[in-house]
């Protein structure tokens, strides 16, 4: 049961340079979303997607975008990476009801 | 917007203590409330969850109740083991507008010998 995966696991960026970080599910589940937890806090909401197509904002999506061209995938894309971006990433996978959402098993970034 | 408020860790126990960690939700509605579990260097595991009002979840001996009346979800477990050492989080989901989860700043729990 592959559920949720995230590649890469870790990386090191240097400030000003681009990347995309790749998630993919094998669950058919058409609500994805992509979280980053940064130390000693919660997890903020970047975006989001209820299905192939659409997208939507979170609570921080400044410096990032999404696509869904495809119900598996929802690839995370940092442009002009920052210092400020510097976190661990989640991507994550549930049905409309919400009931249960899976989660990848994180990338951890770091931009210096 | 929704937010969930958990109280601040560490929380530091002896092995066989008994564990609370409180956890309140704001939402206008009725979430349905989750725990999750981040172990060292590890993702979110789905811990436990309540869809309504006085609904008990349980899992791994932990429990949490969903009560309505004080818009809490707090995280019980009778004897805790230095394997439940983690970072657990709570967490609320509305089934409209983003249909996303709202996370708390989570609760570190050591658990010595």
């Known amino acids: 049961n592959a559920g949720v995966t995230q590649t890469p696991k870790f990386r090191i960026l240097k400030i000003g340079q681009s990347m995309t970080l790749q998630c993919t599910q094998d669950m058919n589940h058409n609500y994805m979303y992509w979280y980053r937890q940064d130390p000693g806090m919660g997890l903020k909401l970047i975006y989001y997607s209820v299905g192939a197509g659409i997208t939507d904002k979170g609570e921080v999506p400044n410096g990032y975008n999404v696509s869904r061209s495809t119900t598996e995938d929802f690839p995370l894309r940092l442009e002009l990476a920052a210092p400020s971006q510097t976190s661990v990433y989640f991507c994550?996978?549930?049905?409309?009801?919400?009931?249960?959402?899976?989660f990848g098993e994180g990338s951890w970034l770091t931009v210096v | 917007g929704d937010s969930v408020t958990q109280m601040e860790g560490p929380v530091t126990l002896s092995e066989e203590a008994f564990l609370t960690i409180n956890c309140t939700y704001t939402?206008?509605?009725?979430?349905?409330l989750f725990w999750y579990v981040q172990y060292p260097g590890e993702g979110l595991q789905l811990l436990l969850k309540a869809t309504k009002a006085d609904d008990k979840g349980s899992n791994k001996g932990f429990e949490a109740t969903y009560r309505k009346e004080t818009t809490s979800f707090h995280l019980e477990k009778g004897s805790v083991q230095v394997s439940d050492s983690a970072v657990y989080f709570c967490a609320c989901y509305m089934d409209t507008g983003r249909r996303a989860l709202t996370f708390g700043s989570g609760t570190r729990l050591q658990v010595q010998p």
């Open positions: 994550a996978a549930g049905q409309v009801s919400g009931n249960t959402i899976y």
């Open positions: 939402a206008t509605g009725y979430p349905s």
